[in-house]
């Protein structure tokens, strides 16, 4: 009858005690689960955190550019790069000459951007920025662009 008991007793503390490792195993999963969802949510938010602060230090890039003086012609070519620096991949930027140094006598543009800019600046021929900005363009093969964040870049 002892045995009954202590068998009927230690049964329903195995059972207990697997109930209570299979809760541990479940929590442990989704703690795991938990680690990695908040680990790639992290990375996202830091992530926009970098685009954010690229994008305030291009406005403040472009602030420092318009408290220059800049001619007509400049200014509108400002504005080209300045709406036409986003790609999708690397075929769609194009280096192009300004032929101006407030601007950068090379920007790194996207193909719309590119042409326009083109076209501005074969309706303004401007010899004397030209001559400034030749040991640049000397230069020119060493210098290589990409897409990076969505952005064309140096």
Do not use: P
Not at 35 to 56: F, G, I, M, N, P
Not at 113 to 125: F, P, Q, R, T, Y
């Amino acid at each position: 009858m002892f045995h009954r008991v202590a068998l009927k007793w230690l049964t329903i503390t195995a059972i207990v005690l697997v109930g209570f490792l299979v809760v541990l195993l479940l929590l442990g999963y989704l703690l795991k689960e938990n680690e990695v969802t908040v680990t790639k949510l992290k990375a996202q938010l830091d992530q926009e955190a970098y685009q954010r602060q690229a994008k305030e230090n291009r406005k403040n890039t472009f602030t420092s550019f318009s408290q220059i003086t800049l001619s007509a012609s400049e200014k509108s070519q400002q504005k080209i790069i300045a709406n036409n620096l986003y790609c999708q991949s690397a075929k769609q930027y194009f280096l192009v000459h300004t032929d101006s140094q407030t601007l950068g006598c090379i920007v790194a543009v996207n193909t719309n951007g590119a042409v326009i800019l083109l076209k501005v600046a074969s309706e303004n021929e401007n010899q004397s920025s030209r001559n400034r900005c030749q040991q640049e363009y000397e230069k020119a093969h060493d210098i290589s662009a990409q897409c990076r964040n969505k952005r064309c870049s140096l």
